[in-house]
């Protein structure tokens, strides 16, 4: 979970003095060019008096193992920067201590930057607190962070408030944030929508918006969603009845390793003549394809 070294002028943001802030130029220079000795060279002795972009950036070299540095000197630049209240310095060192399992520093190091508003900090900290990694589950904790990400457009943190608002009772709060990463793109979210619709689980009962939805998780290689997309097509729900389409997607759904598919394949051939099965087989491929619209 190491960060790749940031040299972007938008670090300089950090207040410096003007001699400083030229020195520490001079080393970015050096690192766009690929001479990192030089460049420790400038940044170690501003390091040393406190500057909290050389301790990071010094501190991200020795995680790369650069100028002869070892993982104890990256914690101690990234630990002098991060106390310092550098909120990348205090996210690269959380990713270290997730690197060792040290989950208690890791939350520490986290909580910081998600209360200075880093996004990938706040969705940490929601995981580490739902997850109990660091001590005891705390939910009410956790779905707070996942929120203040997820308000931020966080992919992962929005199904994971989702996940957690549905397993504790709120489905249409669920439904709600399964819905914002869905339409992200999110695949687990996409089939989570979908079996929300076709329950009416905190949203009105839509079946061909759930033929819908499963229809795009399918088509992006998520098993359980051909298999139930399979069933609806076997059943005539939310859509046209065809047992060719079901038997293909199921037999996709087989491909992928979703064991329960192999019930219903052998329940579909059951009633399908020999040349219907291969019709189904050979359309199976196809229909991964966005343009083919045989398959929904």
Do not use: K
Request: overall charge negative; aromatic content about 8%; hydrophobic content about 50%.
């Amino acid at each position: 979970m190491i960060r790749t070294l940031c040299v972007s002028l938008a670090l300089l943001a950090v207040p410096l003095h003007a001699q400083a802030q030229l020195r520490v130029n001079d080393a970015l220079a050096y690192l766009d060019q690929g001479d990192r000795d030089s460049a420790v060279r400038i940044l170690h002795p501003l390091a040393a008096r406190g500057d909290v972009l050389a301790q990071y950036n010094l501190g991200v070299l020795a995680l790369a193992g650069q100028a002869g540095m070892t993982a104890d000197d990256a914690e101690l630049w990234l630990g002098s920067a991060a106390g310092a209240g550098y909120v990348p310095a205090q996210t690269v060192l959380a990713d270290m201590m997730v690197d060792r399992h040290d989950w208690a520093q890791a939350a520490y190091w986290y909580d910081l930057a998600a209360q200075a508003g880093d996004v990938t900090a706040q969705f940490m900290s929601g995981r580490i607190l739902d997850q109990g990694l660091a001590g005891e589950r705390d939910l009410n904790a956790a779905a707070y962070w996942y929120e203040r990400a997820a308000q931020q457009g966080h992919l992962q943190a929005q199904f994971a408030l989702a996940t957690l608002l549905d397993e504790g009772q709120h489905p249409e709060r669920a439904a709600q944030w399964f819905e914002h990463a869905a339409l992200q793109g999110h695949v687990a979210a996409q089939f989570a929508l979908a079996r929300a619709l076709a329950a009416g689980n905190g949203v009105a009962q839509d079946a061909p918006a759930a033929r819908g939805w499963y229809l795009r998780a399918a088509r992006a290689g998520f098993g359980p969603a051909m298999h139930n997309l399979a069933l609806m097509q076997a059943r005539g729900q939310g859509g046209r009845r065809s047992y060719r389409l079901a038997l293909a997607w199921a037999l996709n759904a087989q491909a992928a390793g979703h064991d329960p598919a192999e019930v219903l394949v052998s329940a579909l051939r059951d009633v399908m003549s020999a040349d219907a099965q291969a019709q189904a087989e050979a359309l199976a491929p196809d229909c991964f394809d966005q343009r083919a619209e045989d398959c929904d």
